[in-house]
């Protein structure tokens, strides 16, 4: 998260936006910006060696395990949040594409304000936001974004197995409440895994994505940092 905002930070100075690609080492639960540590079983997850952060940016708690994290850093002048957001989802969509999945746009978005007081709404990928990455009408990427002045950081969890799923392990919340994160994680979400019926591996989706970001931006990277 630190590297992410210091990323900002190089953007003010050179001026070139970022793609990035990581992975978590050991798995971690991050959390909004704007969401609180309690709804989280901390101490349940360090034993089970499972980190606990909290991101610069808002959104739900992502358990980043069987996936792959990109951040993209771009200048925000001119375009509005949600015109930048689809912007970006629109070239993740089109690198997923390039695997064989035919990603599409979510059309509409939860009412957020509301979901933030329901329990069952704790993790991310229970809900979509309007021009999030799905297949078929569930959740493949969650993505979330903050504007530090000019400069947008923009990150996201692109689901490649289901080991998301065990949030529910460790977030708060009574037996209903867990049931229905649950339900919603099983209804809402789909995993590359899933939909191409064979284990893809984080390098070919950077790879597949950056050429979504050239295809659809007309970017130009001089390489790919993936950790």
């Known amino acids: 998260m630190d590297f992410d905002l210091r990323l900002v930070e190089n953007f ?15 798995y971690c ?6 969401q609180n540590e309690n709804d989280v079983a901390v ?3 360090a034993a089970d060696g499972i980190d606990v952060v909290t991101r610069p940016t808002g959104g739900k708690a992502v358990l980043h395990a069987d996936e792959l994290t990109y951040s993209v850093v771009m200048d925000s002048r001119g375009l509005s949040v949600l015109e930048s957001y689809n912007l970006i989802s629109a070239a993740l969509a089109e690198g997923i594409r390039m695997l064989g999945a035919e990603a599409a746009l979510a059309e509409s978005s939860a009412d957020f304000r509301k979901l933030f007081k329901d329990p069952a709404s704790v993790p991310c990928f229970t809900t979509s936001a309007i021009y999030e990455v799905e297949y078929r009408g569930r959740k493949l990427i969650g993505s979330a974004q903050r ?9 996201g969890s692109i689901l ?10 460790y977030v708060k919340g ?3 409440a867990i049931d229905e994160m649950k339900k919603n994680l099983d209804e809402h979400t789909i995993t590359l895994n899933e939909i191409l019926s064979r284990n893809v591996e984080a390098p070919e989706v950077a790879r597949a994505i950056t050429k979504g970001f050239e ?4 970017a130009a990277f001089s390489s790919v940092n993936e950790a």
């Open 147 to 155: 504007r530090f002045g000019d400069v947008l950081l923009q990150h």
């Open 215 to 218: 295809a659809a931006l007309g």
């Open 12 to 26: 003010r100075v050179n001026k070139i936006p970022t793609l990035r690609f990581y992975r978590w080492k050991p």
């Open 174 to 176: 009574d037996s209903s």
């Open 43 to 45: 101490e349940r997850a």
């Open 29 to 34: 639960i991050s959390l909004g910006r704007n």
């Open 160 to 169: 490649l197995g289901g080991f998301h799923k065990k949030i529910v392990d």
